[in-house]
């Protein structure tokens, strides 16, 4: 079975600052990877996806994140915080032979963006 | 195209009652997925369905249940509500199951909560 694991429930930046958030991944087989973004009242929307096409992945909004099978790693960055990046970020784990078969999440990072 | 739509937004029930949440996934997608999302438990894959049959199913016990129509839209039910049923209920949709690759597609959501 496959597991994520975010580390930082909450992370605050200023505006302007580098944007860091960590997941980390367990899979036994090679897994495909996602980040989400909830903001309040919303549903999940995909910022970016890794399909074992390329280690790193650019997405929406600026963001990217870089798979690193030697550490287990997929986490997300972004150069500079804006105000509008406030929101739940949700790193999600999806691999053959799961079980279930659905998306495997991880407990969510509520980034902060101090003005 | 239009997104997943989810209806209703907002519901409140009390104990013992049932519940049914409706789902429109995005025009001809095929595949619908339900997620559970508590403070709690976070994110939890419930179940999907393809072509009106049950895929996969998470570990819930068997008050949830769904169906899905031949035009693709799907409907979850609970019965006998307890009040740690209380949470944001989420639909996805995608092109077709098994393409684990694939992008997941989120609704709004629907917000129950027991009484």
């Known amino acids: 079975a496959q597991s994520v694991t975010q580390l930082g429930s909450h992370v605050s930046v200023s505006e302007g600052a580098l944007v860091l958030l960590r997941c980390n991944y367990s899979?036994?087989?090679?897994?495909?990877l996602f980040w989400y973004v909830q903001y309040p009242n919303q549903g999940l929307q995909l910022l970016l996806k890794y399909t074992s096409a390329a280690t790193l992945v650019k997405g929406i909004n600026g963001f990217e994140a870089e798979f690193k099978k030697s550490e287990t790693s997929f986490h997300l960055t972004k150069p500079s915080a804006h105000m509008s990046d406030a929101a739940e970020y949700f790193c999600a784990v999806r691999a053959a032979g799961g079980g279930a078969d659905g998306l495997t999440f991880g407990k969510g990072t509520h980034l902060i963006i101090q003005p | 195209k239009a997104g997943v739509t989810q209806t209703p937004r907002y519901l409140i029930k009390t104990r013992g009652q049932q519940v049914t949440l409706s789902c429109s996934p995005i025009?001809?997608?095929?595949?619908v997925s339900w997620y559970q999302q508590t403070p709690g438990q976070g994110l939890q894959f419930l179940f999907e369905?393809?072509?009106?049959?049950?895929?996969n199913k998470g570990n819930f016990p068997g008050r949830f249940s769904g169906r899905q129509f031949s035009n693709s839209r799907s409907e979850m039910n609970v019965s006998t509500l307890e009040l740690g049923d209380s949470a944001l209920y989420l639909c996805?949709?995608?092109?077709?199951?098994?393409?684990?690759?694939?992008?997941?597609?989120f609704g709004p959501g629907t917000r129950l909560t027991v009484l």
């Open positions: 369905y393809f072509s009106e049959t049950q895929r």
């Open positions: 899979s036994s087989v090679p897994p495909y």
């Open positions: 996805a949709s995608s092109f077709k199951p098994g393409q684990l690759a694939d992008t997941q597609y």
């Open positions: 025009s001809g997608h095929r595949s």
